[in-house]
């Protein structure tokens, strides 16, 4: 069953955009809390799947947390702010 909600909600705009920001991580943490409630599309599992495969043909092709960790990082702090 879909009820109307009103977008943004009431006072949502007169927010900071950090307040924002919290507001809507605090949405979504609500939503992933019911893991099973939240479905996941099939495009995701067929996804999942390729990578899996991929992974077992080639299972020498990977990199370590620290590897990718150290990529994103280097990436953010590269952004101009």
Known sequence: MSRSVQVPPPG???LTVDEQIDY???LWERIAARTEDV???D???K???ERLREHRDDPSDVRSWGEVRGRIEKKL???PE
Do not use: S, Y
């Open 77 to 79: 702090r590269a952004k």
């Open 47 to 49: 996804l999942i799947d």
């Open 39 to 41: 479905p996941v599309p």
């Open 12 to 14: 949502f705009d007169e």
């Open 24 to 26: 809507v991580q605090e």
């Open 43 to 45: 495009w995701h599992k």
